[in-house]
Structures are given as C-alpha cells and as structure tokens.
C-alpha cells in the first residue's frame, strides 16, 4: 500500500485472479488513501492495519473488507499503538501485527493479535527480539515469523527471522538470519517454507528458511528486477 515516502498514495483495494493471468480491477476503497501499513488475510475477509496518511499522520485502525464480493473497506477496531511499517501474519482465526514506527520515528517490539470472528481492537501479546519496523511477515501453521527490518540508533537494516507461538501469550526468539541485511522485502509463506524477496535497497535476491527447524535462509534465485515495498502472500 502506497511507498516509503507516501507521496501518490491511493485507497484503492484491488484484486486480481490466482487461476487466471491478467490485470487487477478496483474492487473497493480502504477508508482514506494511506500507505505503508500492514495486511493479513481470513478465509472470507482481508484486514488493513495501521499506516500513515500522505500528511505522515500515523494511524491505529484495523480495517477489513470482503473477499468474495466487492466493497469498501470497514473500520472494525484499533491497534494497541499507532504505527506504520508493521508486518502482517496470521492464522486461520487470528491477525497478527508486528512491529512498526510512528510519525515521530519511535519504533516498537509489540505483538498485537486481533480475532477474525469478532470485530473488535487488538491486544499486546508478546514482543519482538528488538524494536523495528519494516519486518516481511510470514505464517507457518504454528507460528508467526518477522523477518529483515530497521533498526533505531542509529538506524541500520538487519537480517534477523524472528518467530513466535500462535495461540499464546509470548515473545518472539531469534532463529536464524536472511542472508544479507534487507528491509521492505516481500514475504512468501507455504506450507514448509517462508519466502523473502526484493527488499531495500532494490536487491532481487529471493530466498527461504525451513519452518520446521530454525536455521539461516538460502539464496535461491533471483526477481527478474530489483524491488521492493511489496505485500506478503501465504499459500
């Protein structure tokens, strides 16, 4: 949603097929344009957490929209802390939001989890390694993974996976890294895998790390072009 720097930010909510090629149409308006924020999906709704407007105003709300049938966006409660740059996971119940910044730069380690089954804001269920932002978030069916990111100071990337238990009250362990410090990547779940792709500063490196062993992420292939920036996206 929207860059860095939120300049020509929209709040369009787009869709495009799995099954068959071909471009996306507008399906709906988020509350305002905004950018930045995070993303999960349910099996009937996607959720739109946090971001900040193109006047840098940081925003807290949790929205959501239907997947099946096109339409605006709803707001359905609120995140503990405003933030922007906060990873989105989840589960087959629960969005998860990790991480993220303010408009003043202060950054935060907090885990917020929100229910799909009822409206309703978010609770603090544990913390990250360190204060971040800028993390891909990933989703193995048992835990939640925050990957990469931006550090305070002074301000550098880092290449740290970060991972933490579905379900309960904990705070994340740090169980291996990327293979090079990245922010703003891509994050890919499966099955068995988690994906980070692109990043800043535009590199195309993709790679991956197992979900059942904690371990370092390998190279394995490269983005036709560097990027970054991008959503995340679980199988």
């Not at 933030?83 to 408009?103: E, K, V």
């Not at 204060?131 to 550098?156: K, L, Q, W």
Request: charged share 15%; hydrophobic share 30%.
């Amino acid at each position: 949603m929207g860059s860095w720097g939120c300049a020509g930010i929209t709040n369009i909510i787009q869709k495009h097929s799995l099954t068959v090629d071909g471009n996306s149409t507008d399906a709906g308006d988020l509350l305002q344009a905004q950018g930045v924020g995070g993303a999960t999906p349910s099996t009937t709704h996607g959720y739109a957490f946090g971001g900040r407007t193109s006047g840098d105003t940081t925003l807290d709300f949790i929205q959501k929209f239907q997947i099946s049938t096109d339409g605006n966006a709803t707001d359905v409660g609120n995140l503990t802390v405003g933030r922007h740059g906060c990873d989105g996971c989840g589960t087959q119940t629960h969005g998860y939001a990790s991480g993220g910044t303010n408009d003043n730069g202060t950054r935060w380690n907090v885990i917020d989890r929100f229910a799909y089954a009822s409206d309703g804001n978010a609770t603090d269920v544990g913390d990250t390694t360190a204060a971040r932002d800028s993390y891909n978030g990933m989703s193995s069916d048992t835990h939640g993974y925050a990957a990469g990111g931006t550090s305070p100071t002074p301000v550098v990337y880092v290449n740290t996976i970060d991972k933490f238990q579905f379900g309960s009250s904990a705070n994340s362990t740090d169980v291996g890294d990327l293979t090079a410090v990245t922010a703003h990547s891509y994050g890919i779940s499966s099955l068995t895998y988690g994906y980070s792709a692109g990043g800043w500063a535009t590199n195309n490196r993709i790679e991956k790390f197992s979900f059942s062993s904690d371990g370092n992420s390998t190279d394995i292939a490269d983005l036709a072009t560097g990027r970054d920036n991008g959503s995340s996206y679980a199988i």
